[in-house]
């Protein structure tokens, strides 16, 4: 009886001390490192959150430090300048190229630090298709909505203007609310349209702006690219094959503003009344800036890193007038 029980502690002796030495091992390892989540938005389909950037990228243009880095910096007490927020409005409307387009774009935008994205849909509700979108998108972002009035909504007129309007409302609501409790922070705004196409390196430029900064754009007004013409560090015309006349003879890709200037300026907005085709513009520009005061970037506006890219028309001949598959798919 005695040397059964032996025999069997023996055999489990070994297994035994196996179990303990594993729950060691498993709570000695440290904790996961902190991460950011590639799919993280607080506000689903709502207003948008602060997010850890995946690369904080510098003004300057040197690499950013990494996380870990970031999160060693912040015990000692030397705090880093605060890097301005680039918030980019993106006016869209519901057609079948519609998230394709938003997808390279937010692929784009994932990639810069410090960025707001603010998506106004030209529609009378927020979709569902473009909800679910900004809630996967792994971007700080707000939702906004306004329908184009009907009346407008003809070719030859200026497109998204009450959508570019609504997002400077947002957005100037949103500092001036900041201001009020002595958080300023600074930050600059440009227009994005959802079909152009953006360098990172544009990000980088824009991110100094002052008061407003202008650079060339690409494969826009029937030319190769449109740029400012750039003489002592200053703005001295325009290099363009449509319309010379118009006082700033830029696409609306070419130019960003400094928030201060959007604020102090609470009127400044993109109008219907009176304005010219071509000529949006010049009209909003016009009411915050002169050229003479305009800043220069892409070396001397002598690089081009956005380009006026337009989406073909999607061929729909062979879609079925009504829906044939089992499943419903989500485009
Ligand atoms: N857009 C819109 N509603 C419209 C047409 C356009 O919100 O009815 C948006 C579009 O998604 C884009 C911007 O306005 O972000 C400029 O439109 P588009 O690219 O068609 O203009 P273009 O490139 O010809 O200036
Ligand atoms: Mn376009």
Redesign the pocket.
Known sequence: MKSMLFSRFFILLPWILIVIIMLDVDTRRPAPPLTPRPYFSPYAGGRGGARIPLRRSRPDGRPGRGLEKLNESRSQAQPEPQLPTIYAI????SRPV?KA?LTRLANTFRQVAQLHWIV???AAARSELVSRFLARAGLPSTHLHVP?PRRY?RPGLP??TE?RNAGLAWLRQRHQHLLLHQRAQPGVLFF?????TYSLELFQEMRTTRKVSVWPVGLVGGRRYERPLVKNGRVVGWYTGWRADRPFAI??AGFAVSLQVILSNPKAVFKRRGSQPGMQESDFLKQITTVEELEPKANNCTKVLVW?T?TEKVNLANEPKYHLDTVKIEV
């Open positions: 993106t006016p869209t409307y519609q387009e106004v849909e030209d184009t909504k497109r998204a959508q994005a349209d959802d079909d152009n696409d609306m006026h337009r």
